[in-house]
């Protein structure tokens, strides 16, 4: 449930329009040629491009949203005006440059690095989008610090990556003002993505963890928006997400989106999870795509880890400075007898530099042979965030160095090398080029590409080859060491995979990619070789795009709707033939109808689910009294329950018609007896001996799970057990059951929360043809028929009902309306959304009749 504090926050449902940032004209949605802008803004074919001719269909286009621009800005040495350039390292131009420029149409919104003054923002804007199709967000600097180095480095960052919010310097404790900055941020985003989108043709595409209220602007403005999430960063288990105070609404934005990807299935599993254990949804896979049905829409999750971009890469491998830097770390290391261990990572305190450096020490203390020979160059990256825990870090890291060295240099000899100052490409490649290892150890990173680019640097060229003394004929060798806690490691079968907490464990990794075989180094190298070069960040981007484009292939024939306020936006999706029952509509067709059918399920229906208390209010009883003196109503309860049960609960109701365990047992009223309608063979219930044991041992092993013995099913119900391992504990359950019962005269059925095992040829269907067919015998043909449901079991009612009309049991003017509770595919024409609106229904309906019976009394 969204808290009421945010229920306003930034009117997200408000419905007023948006405010379109400083900008002094409408940033047109269609850009004709490179720097030329097409004034065909509301034209109503503006999604064409105007240098196309007509019979040509015109390219995709993606608007690609993070939160920096891959732009790179230099003041002018004159201080006026700014000189922009791409950023080649930046994913997101290596995304396009893999998706091919003839292939989609690429738009990209986000910050920029450097402070734009306020009188500058509009010039800046139209240069970056004539020259880059880039469009600038520009935040206040102070909104911006509450924003990046506030809620997303100090808050949602150490979170995701495992790290739980103790104390004030363990990740730091949750900050409503930095939460609403965040939400500010990605408003202000929104607004900019709403100044260039097409929506009814548009792909949009954010990434990672600094928008992820996005997509709640976005389908709140357009419904049908095609949207795709990918998150870079881990995904944390349930146990750790769940301290988030606002855990709801971010699950709930992202859930927003048509399709959200993730590098890992751990990641994807633990936000399913998520949602699972705090929204209730369930998810299932159907041909190999895991969807999450949320109000209609089905919620794609992608599971792909990130490539590199082989081209760039490449590029720099066939640089003369490159060779230069190649030659030069030869001199300094292999001509001294030195072999290289390689590190490379971000400054910060996930990367497990400390660990690393241990390790290191580890193996110089148990292996004194390699003093003097091995060397660990460890390439430490300038941290992205700021503060104390940063500087801890660089300080660990320069004393553990400086202790290694004073420990175990000799003169001309140092075992460890620390870079800490920025490197170009080229000399890090240099660096993959030289050192017989590459280590990662992060103690939790969401990809980390490093491993990649090492595989690839490794391969290298001919020049290159001539540079490090190899035959041309050479099998190429490369060796990792992993952690698996990192993204990439489920991808690098041949690397040593290393807990990097374990010191020792990483230590004896270093001891054996020293001492393996050459053959083993080759075979290890080749087969990541296969994988890292055909998955590269093309690879990564068109599948992700195709993926989308499938999952939101469907839009244009949903009806849809947004309900709910703030952060809890979401959109209902219907299928055209599907829709919300009116209630003036069935209130009006009940008042001119005579002879009226309605059947009501119990369970989910009449009374919630998640009701301890499950026997009904005295106000429900009054208002099927209600029904039931209407002379015009047959009013049939059919429910799972045991007829004992229903006898007692349902005692007032004395012209209740009730159906007991699916329609094995019926009675048309209080105070005639029970009938049944299923043949003998059926009736027998020795299978009970056979299926009550499987039973048991499943209620034994799954804690909060019970058994409900009835006179002719049994029901194993799950509602009070975790719902993850209930889940799973059910599906083995009916595998089981299905499996020892095979010749028994017996249908074994899941439910919500159940596992149900009954009678061949029962169901809630034949109560429906039961009741109809009774009608028809006493020469009542219905007009009017209402039956509501809320599961499976409810189906069989719906699909008699439906297929009854224009048949000889129904008036031919007949108005049927067959309900479901909820969103969900459903053989029903109708749904309401919940328990509350039924008993509304119901009362509704009961005062028409209550109506009816006053003015017939005053006649």
């Not at 999430?229 to 944390?236: A, G, I, R, V």
């Not at 699909?799 to 029903?828: D, Y």
């Amino acid at each position: 449930m969204v808290s009421r504090s945010y229920s306003n926050l930034l009117e997200l449902a408000s419905g007023e329009a948006p405010s379109f940032g400083r900008m002094s004209q409408r940033i047109p949605r269609v850009m004709t040629v490179a720097g030329i802008i097409s004034d065909l803004d509301d034209d109503p074919c503006d999604s064409v491009c105007s240098d196309v001719s007509s019979s040509s269909v015109p390219r995709d286009r993606t608007i690609i949203v993070a939160n920096q621009l891959p732009i790179r800005v230099q003041r002018k040495t004159d201080s006026k005006g700014w000189i922009f350039s791409w950023d080649e390292d930046s994913l997101l131009l290596q995304l396009k440059d893999g998706l091919g420029d003839d292939d989609v149409d690429v738009i990209y919104v986000g910050c920029l690095r450097e402070e734009i003054h306020p009188n500058e923002q509009d010039e800046v804007s139209q240069v970056l989008l004539e020259s880059f199709k880039c469009v600038p967000t520009f935040l206040p600097p102070d909104l911006f610090s509450r924003f990046y180095h506030g809620f997303c480095k100090q808050q949602l960052w150490p979170l995701f990556h495992y790290m739980l919010p103790l104390s004030p310097d363990l990740g730091g404790r949750f900050d409503r003002s930095l939460w609403q900055a965040y939400v500010s941020v990605n408003k202000i985003f929104a607004d900019r993505i709403l100044e260039v989108i097409n929506p009814e043709d548009d792909f949009v595409w954010v990434h990672d963890y600094h928008l992820m209220v996005l997509p709640s602007f976005l389908r709140k403005r357009f419904n049908r928006v095609k949207l795709g999430f990918f998150l870079h960063s881990p995904f944390p288990s349930s146990e750790i997400y769940k301290t988030l105070p606002v855990r709801e609404d971010l699950l709930r934005a992202l859930l927003n989106s048509d399709l959200i990807g993730f590098h890992t299935f751990d990641y994807a599993r633990h936000f399913l999870s998520c949602c699972s254990r705090m929204l209730g949804l369930s998810y299932e896979s159907k041909r190999g795509y895991i969807g999450i049905e949320y109000y209609g829409r089905t919620v794609s999750i992608k599971i792909l880890p990130v490539g590199i971009h082989m081209g760039q890469l490449q590029s720099v491998l066939s640089l003369p400075e490159t060779e230069t830097k190649v030659a030069e770390l030869i001199k300094q290391f292999s001509d001294q007898g030195r072999i290289m261990l390689l590190g490379v990572d971000d400054m910060d305190i996930f990367k497990g530099i400390s660990l690393k450096l241990l390790a290191m020490e580890q193996l110089l203390v148990q292996h004194p042979e390699w003093r003097g020979k091995v060397v660990l160059v460890q390439i430490a990256n300038p941290a992205r965030g700021r503060g104390k825990d940063v500087k801890e870090v660089q300080a660990e890291t320069s004393a553990t160095v400086k202790r290694i060295n004073d420990s175990f240099g000799q003169p001309g000899y140092e075992p460890v090398v620390l870079i800490d100052e920025p490197l170009h490409f080229f000399e890090r490649i240099a660096y993959y080029l030289v050192a017989e290892c590459c280590l990662v150890t992060a103690v939790r990173d969401g990809m980390n590409l490093i491993p990649y680019e090492y595989i690839i640097s490794r391969q290298g060229n001919e020049k290159l080859d001539k540079v490090l003394g190899l035959e041309t004929s050479t099998n190429k060798k490369s060796m990792l060491i992993v952690s698996e806690f990192i993204g990439c490691s489920p991808s690098l079968s041949g690397a040593i995979r290393v807990n990097p907490w374990n010191i020792e464990a990483v230590a004896d990794a270093m001891e054996c990619a020293l001492e393996m075989a050459e053959p083993e180094k080759q075979l290890r190298h080749e087969k990541h070789y296969r994988y890292v070069s055909t998955h590269d960040v093309g690879y990564w981007a068109h599948s992700f795009l195709q993926d989308l484009e499938r999952t939101c292939r469907d839009h244009v024939r949903r009806r849809c709707w947004g309900i709910g306020f703030g952060l809890g936006f979401r959109v209902v999706a219907l299928d055209p033939n599907f829709r919300k029952l009116s209630m003036e509509h069935i209130v009006s067709a009940y008042r001119r109808t005579r002879t009226r059918a309605i059947l009501l399920d119990y369970d989910g229906t009449l009374m919630p689910q998640a009701s301890l208390d499950k026997s009904p209010s005295s106000k429900s009883i009054e208002i099927l009294n209600s029904l039931c003196k209407d002379k015009n109503n047959v009013v049939f309860l059919v429910s799972a329950r045991s007829r004992k049960t229903l006898s007692e609960w349902f005692a007032p109701c004395e012209k209740l018609g009730i159906a007991a365990e699916h329609g094995y047992f019926l009675r048309l009223k209080r105070d005639v007896e029970w009938e049944t309608r299923v043949p003998v063979a059926v009736a027998d219930c020795s299978w009970k001996q056979i299926a009550e044991p499987v039973m048991k041992l499943y209620t034994e092993t799954t804690d909060g799970s019970t058994i409900e013995d009835k006179e002719t099913s049994l029901v194993w119900c799950y509602e009070d057990a975790d719902p993850d391992f209930g889940s799973c504990q059910a599906k083995e359950l009916l595998d089981h059951l299905e499996s020892v019962l095979a010749n028994e005269p017996v249908s074994v059925k899941s439910g919500q929360n159940i596992v149900e095992v009954k009678p061949q040829g029962v169901s809630k269907g034949l109560v429906a043809e039961r009741l109809l067919s009774t009608m028809q015998e006493r020469g009542m043909l219905p007009d009017f028929v209402l039956c509501i449901g809320d599961d499976r079991s409810d189906e069989d009612m719906f699909e008699v009902i439906t297929s009854s009309v224009a048949g000889p049991s129904l008036s031919p003017v007949a108005e049927v309306f067959a309900c479901t509770v909820g969103r969900k595919p459903s053989k029903a024409k109708y749904y309401l959304d919940d328990t509350v609106e039924i008993v509304r229904l119901m009362q509704g309906l009961a005062s028409v009749s209550e109506q009816t019976l006053t003015v017939s009394s005053g006649l």
